[in-house]
């Protein structure tokens, strides 16, 4: 069974960073592409960064590029998300998420305000 753990979120000040670890069991972790989602308050779930399970190949949502950094470690089943300069609009709880496995941790919450 699959199993997705999210830690690392919190309460920042804008410009601060964070970074989020989702911690991956009950499948083939380095043979499965990984994402990053986030949903804020009234708004629908949204894609934020993708790596691939070769060479970790990565894309990012327009609002993040720059900003935020996906990586993984294979040997660690674990997916990374660095995320610097932080923006108020960023707040939302932030998910880990298999490429073709419909399993959702529980998220972290991110808190981006002054």
């Known amino acids: 069974q699959v199993q997705l753990v999210e830690s690392g979120g919190g309460l920042v000040q804008p410009g601060g960073s964070l970074r989020l670890s989702c911690a991956a069991s009950?499948?083939?972790?380095?043979?499965?592409?990984l994402s990053w989602y986030r949903q804020a308050p009234g708004k629908e779930r949204e894609l934020v960064a993708t790596?691939?399970?070769?060479?970790?190949?990565?894309t990012y949502a327009d609002s993040v590029k720059g900003r935020f950094t996906i990586s993984r470690d294979n040997a660690k089943n674990t997916v990374y998300l660095q995320m610097n300069s932080l923006k108020a609009e960023d707040t939302a709880v932030y998910y880990c998420?298999?490429?073709?496995?419909?399993?959702w941790g529980q998220g972290t919450q991110v808190t981006v305000s002054s």
């Open positions: 009950g499948f083939t972790f380095s043979r499965l592409a």
């Open positions: 998420k298999v490429i073709g496995v419909t399993t």
């Open positions: 790596i691939t399970s070769s060479r970790g190949s990565t």
